[in-house]
């Protein structure tokens, strides 16, 4: 350090020619750990050759300091968990913690760093809160916007509900792990003359959603067989191939009685295993409907469906309102966005959170004669990547997406031109990862992170979105800067950054353009942390408010590495980003801002 030779090294190679590293940024609240030294020594290793071989080699430093891994370390240190006791406590008082916490451990980062040799630029490295960063964060999202690609919807989603947030497919894929949950078979009584004394067999894992059923599905190409006990009189209807398997498994001797096929099934009425719901419910539920996904690989080839907790659940009803009507389908579930059952739920179970109500709803049905078996299934479940102990849930929920399904097959033709190492992660798992790509559940309602840049209209509806602080300064009758400047004057240290932050730019309203005499707020979401951190190739530079040149000159990178577990985050962030935002239509874009090179793909 005191000779400066990492300095020395980049001003001897000034006019060579570049090879580009992109920093992957850490998370400072948390202790270095033994892995960092194996990615940070990897990290020196390749750019050292580079730069032994007379290649201009920079190598800016970054810090990841927005999202849930800084709430919840926030949250542990004030010994709170939910969003009613963050709020109990302050939004502002919470965001200025989680801005201080970003920086708890630094010394040890540096310390680590210097002790490794690593050569990094730590004195002008990028951070994410940082209001150039922020803004360069705000005007890629309005791109997306102002071209259709992120929009609000109403979709089912990974939902962390301890956390009161949706969570994307990236964060949900670092979370699963093994466990095994309730296997429960149970009886759907018809309620129609052609077929006395008959009930439905079907089959769940998640007990906890039968309050919530709306459906029973079959596939209409597979025969069922209508079998009865021989010591009881009530007929079951299970599919054909299954049949013996499942006796087997009963520890029963069933006879069939007739095979039928799954279209003829189709339209059959039922009485659902709880009735809290019926009046809610609708003229079209509670019958029997066609789907493709139902197989004979395990159950009893009749799925249970509850729309409000599975996206191809959620599909079927959306296809049947295409015939019934929202009208007489609408989407009816008796849980709450904390994830405890309401007061439409059965009394037993109310106001409790709902994987813990398995074994009573069990119980229940047992009790009332409608549960046929039940046994423990292993498979492997999604909790949330930063509270390891709080399992997700799928529910509905409005929330911003960014249209990832429109570029899937850019995104794989980009994939074909990076050099993995090692090479089977091209095709496997960042392959089969872009293969099942679904939108990008992007927003978080949450605290500590980039807010959205969008504004809505309190008369109209309408939205635009906002590129910069300063676009919002000059909008006509612009009002609300006093929260930032009260806060700044109670305690001067506060750093100007957090102006772009919740609470203060929530404060901030101006002149609708939609609606005379309305007025624009912005919507209170904040985003993925993910999307921070896979917007640095430009946002590092403050681009393009700033930082044009930089950006071309180190854009895009010949070298990246991280751990494995990075496939879906980091580098599928960056992938998505990059061929989002400067692909097509956004060539155009890259093409006015003085890009000369080809994109989009980042490394």
Same mark, same amino acid.
């Given at each position: 350090n005191s000779a400066n030779i990492y300095r020395k090294s980049l001003d001897a190679r000034a006019d060579a020619e570049r090879f580009i590293f992109y920093e992957g940024p850490p998370t400072a609240n948390g202790m270095p750990h033994p892995g960092h030294c194996l990615t940070r020594a990897i990290k020196d290793l390749f750019p050292r050759y580079r730069t032994m071989r007379g290649y201009l080699c920079e190598r800016k430093a970054g810090w990841d300091t927005h999202g849930l891994p800084v709430e919840v370390e926030v949250c542990k240190e004030l010994g709170i968990h939910s969003k009613e006791e963050i709020e109990a406590f302050g939004v502002e008082p919470f965001i200025q913690k989680c801005q201080a916490s970003v920086w708890q451990y630094m010394q040890q980062w540096e310390r680590l760093t210097e002790r490794l040799g690593f050569w990094v630029n730590l004195k002008d490295a990028y951070v994410t809160y940082h209001q150039s960063y922020v803004e360069s964060v705000w005007w890629s999202l309005k791109q997306l916007f102002d071209r259709g690609m992120l929009y609000q919807g109403h979709k089912i989603v990974w939902w962390w509900a301890q956390g009161g947030t949706a969570l994307s497919a990236g964060e949900v894929g670092q979370g699963y792990r093994e466990v095994a949950d309730p296997s429960a078979f149970l009886k759907l009584p018809l309620l129609e003359d052609t077929y006395p004394n008959t009930a439905l067999l079907v089959w769940t894992t998640t007990p906890w959603t039968l309050p919530s059923n709306q459906f029973a599905a079959v596939h209409p190409e597979i025969d069922y067989a209508v079998v009865r006990e021989e010591s009881e009189g009530e007929k079951l209807?299970?599919?054909?191939?299954?049949?013996?398997?499942?006796?087997? *498994?009963?520890?029963? &001797?069933?006879t069939i009685e007739s095979i039928t096929s799954?279209?003829?099934?189709v339209g059959l009425r039922y009485q659902p295993p709880y009735d809290s719901l019926q009046s809610a419910g609708g003229a079209a539920s509670w019958k029997v409907i066609p789907a493709d996904f139902v197989t004979t690989d395990s159950g009893t080839g009749l799925v249970h469906i509850a729309p409000a907790f599975g996206e191809d659940d +959620?599909?079927?009803?959306q296809r049947e309102r295409e015939s019934a009507g929202e009208a007489s389908l609408p989407l009816i579930h008796c849980v709450g966005p904390?994830?405890?059952? &309401?007061? *439409?739920?059965?009394?037993?179970?109310?106001?409790?959170?709902v994987k813990e109500c398995d074994k009573d709803i069990l119980r229940d049905l047992k009790t009332r004669g409608i549960l046929v078996h039940q046994s423990q299934y292993l498979h492997d479940y999604p909790f949330c990547w930063r509270a390891d102990q709080d399992p997700l849930i799928q529910y509905p929920r409005e929330s911003w997406f960014i249209r990832t399904t429109a570029c899937k097959e850019s995104m794989l033709e980009n994939n074909q031109s990076i050099q993995w190492l090692p090479g089977h992660i091209q095709d496997g798992r960042m392959g089969k990862f872009l293969?099942?790509?679904v939108d990008w559940a992007l927003s978080r309602e949450r605290y500590w992170g980039t807010p959205l840049p969008i504004w809505e209209c309190n008369a109209s509806g309408k939205q635009e979105a906002i590129a910069s602080y300063k676009e919002l300064q000059n909008k006509p009758g612009v009002q609300g800067f006093e929260a930032w400047e009260r806060a700044k004057k109670a305690n001067p240290d506060l750093p100007e950054d957090l102006c772009v932050h919740k609470p203060y730019i929530d404060a901030i309203t101006y002149e609708s353009p939609f609606a005379e005499g309305a007025q624009m707020h912005r919507v209170p979401e904040v985003i993925d942390c993910w999307y921070d951190s896979g917007a640095m190739p430009f946002a590092q530079w403050g681009f393009p408010q700033q930082g044009v040149e930089n950006f071309a000159a180190q854009f895009p990178a010949d070298f990246i590495s991280e751990?494995?577990?990075? &496939?879906?985050?980091?580098? +599928?962030?960056?992938?998505?980003?990059s061929t989002l935002l400067f692909e097509d239509e956004g060539q155009e874009t890259a093409n006015e801002l003085g890009l000369a090179h080809r994109l989009p793909h980042p490394f």
């Amino acid at each position: 350090n005191s000779a400066n030779i990492y300095r020395k090294s980049l001003d001897a190679r000034a006019d060579a020619e570049r090879f580009i590293f992109y920093e992957g940024p850490p998370t400072a609240n948390g202790m270095p750990h033994p892995g960092h030294c194996l990615t940070r020594a990897i990290k020196d290793l390749f750019p050292r050759y580079r730069t032994m071989r007379g290649y201009l080699c920079e190598r800016k430093a970054g810090w990841d300091t927005h999202g849930l891994p800084v709430e919840v370390e926030v949250c542990k240190e004030l010994g709170i968990h939910s969003k009613e006791e963050i709020e109990a406590f302050g939004v502002e008082p919470f965001i200025q913690k989680c801005q201080a916490s970003v920086w708890q451990y630094m010394q040890q980062w540096e310390r680590l760093t210097e002790r490794l040799g690593f050569w990094v630029n730590l004195k002008d490295a990028y951070v994410t809160y940082h209001q150039s960063y922020v803004e360069s964060v705000w005007w890629s999202l309005k791109q997306l916007f102002d071209r259709g690609m992120l929009y609000q919807g109403h979709k089912i989603v990974w939902w962390w509900a301890q956390g009161g947030t949706a969570l994307s497919a990236g964060e949900v894929g670092q979370g699963y792990r093994e466990v095994a949950d309730p296997s429960a078979f149970l009886k759907l009584p018809l309620l129609e003359d052609t077929y006395p004394n008959t009930a439905l067999l079907v089959w769940t894992t998640t007990p906890w959603t039968l309050p919530s059923n709306q459906f029973a599905a079959v596939h209409p190409e597979i025969d069922y067989a209508v079998v009865r006990e021989e010591s009881e009189g009530e007929k079951l209807i299970v599919a054909r191939d299954l049949v013996d398997r499942l006796s087997e *498994q009963f520890k029963c &001797t069933w006879t069939i009685e007739s095979i039928t096929s799954g279209k003829a099934l189709v339209g059959l009425r039922y009485q659902p295993p709880y009735d809290s719901l019926q009046s809610a419910g609708g003229a079209a539920s509670w019958k029997v409907i066609p789907a493709d996904f139902v197989t004979t690989d395990s159950g009893t080839g009749l799925v249970h469906i509850a729309p409000a907790f599975g996206e191809d659940d +959620y599909q079927v009803l959306q296809r049947e309102r295409e015939s019934a009507g929202e009208a007489s389908l609408p989407l009816i579930h008796c849980v709450g966005p904390d994830g405890k059952f &309401t007061e *439409q739920a059965p009394e037993f179970v109310r106001q409790r959170w709902v994987k813990e109500c398995d074994k009573d709803i069990l119980r229940d049905l047992k009790t009332r004669g409608i549960l046929v078996h039940q046994s423990q299934y292993l498979h492997d479940y999604p909790f949330c990547w930063r509270a390891d102990q709080d399992p997700l849930i799928q529910y509905p929920r409005e929330s911003w997406f960014i249209r990832t399904t429109a570029c899937k097959e850019s995104m794989l033709e980009n994939n074909q031109s990076i050099q993995w190492l090692p090479g089977h992660i091209q095709d496997g798992r960042m392959g089969k990862f872009l293969e099942s790509n679904v939108d990008w559940a992007l927003s978080r309602e949450r605290y500590w992170g980039t807010p959205l840049p969008i504004w809505e209209c309190n008369a109209s509806g309408k939205q635009e979105a906002i590129a910069s602080y300063k676009e919002l300064q000059n909008k006509p009758g612009v009002q609300g800067f006093e929260a930032w400047e009260r806060a700044k004057k109670a305690n001067p240290d506060l750093p100007e950054d957090l102006c772009v932050h919740k609470p203060y730019i929530d404060a901030i309203t101006y002149e609708s353009p939609f609606a005379e005499g309305a007025q624009m707020h912005r919507v209170p979401e904040v985003i993925d942390c993910w999307y921070d951190s896979g917007a640095m190739p430009f946002a590092q530079w403050g681009f393009p408010q700033q930082g044009v040149e930089n950006f071309a000159a180190q854009f895009p990178a010949d070298f990246i590495s991280e751990a494995i577990d990075q &496939t879906r985050g980091w580098f +599928y962030s960056l992938l998505a980003i990059s061929t989002l935002l400067f692909e097509d239509e956004g060539q155009e874009t890259a093409n006015e801002l003085g890009l000369a090179h080809r994109l989009p793909h980042p490394f």
